[in-house]
């Protein structure tokens, strides 16, 4: 997983971070030819609520729909109704995939990155939410 992570070689703390991730359970991998292509964490840790807190594609592997698939995932497993993530301004890719998945933009915070704000995006289960006023 360090091979696809881009910020891995500029951060140490980054492979106790994905350790962190696999031993929560909470890390999804896409693998191609029997090696890691892209990986997500989804857990809860956002206002309690579903929440993306990464999304990384090996750099050769973007653009060809494994960020997609891991996002579409993550919407298909989330046990909780509302599903979050983030991005900074600058992360245009990211921001047209998160539309692209029906994602709408919800806020944004300030002061993370110096001068590049990240921006919070939200998508609602509303499959589970009508099936519960269905009911």
């Known amino acids: 997983m360090l091979s696809v992570d ?3 070689p500029d951060d140490k703390r980054r492979a106790s971070q994905i350790a962190e991730w696999i031993n929560k ?3 999804y991998l ?8 892209a990986y997500g964490v989804l857990n809860y840790h956002f ?3 579903g929440y993306i807190e990464m ?24 046990k909780d109704p509302k599903l979050f993530t983030t991005t900074n301004l600058s992360n245009e890719p990211m921001q047209l995939l998160l539309q692209k998945c029906g994602f709408s933009r919800s806020g944004q915070i300030d002061n ?4 590049d704000p990240e921006l919070v995006f939200f ?5 589970d939410n009508e099936a519960n006023l269905s009911k």
């Open 30 to 37: 896409v693998e191609l030819d029997n090696e890691v292509a």
């Open 6 to 8: 881009s910020i891995a």
């Open 25 to 27: 359970q909470s890390c």
């Open 55 to 78: 999304l990384m594609v090996k750099s050769e592997h973007r653009r060809h729909q494994l960020g997609q698939a891991l996002v579409e995932h993550f919407k298909s497993i989330c």
């Open 47 to 49: 206002f309690h609520h």
């Open 123 to 127: 998508w609602a289960n509303t499959r």
């Open 112 to 115: 993370l990155d110096d001068g």
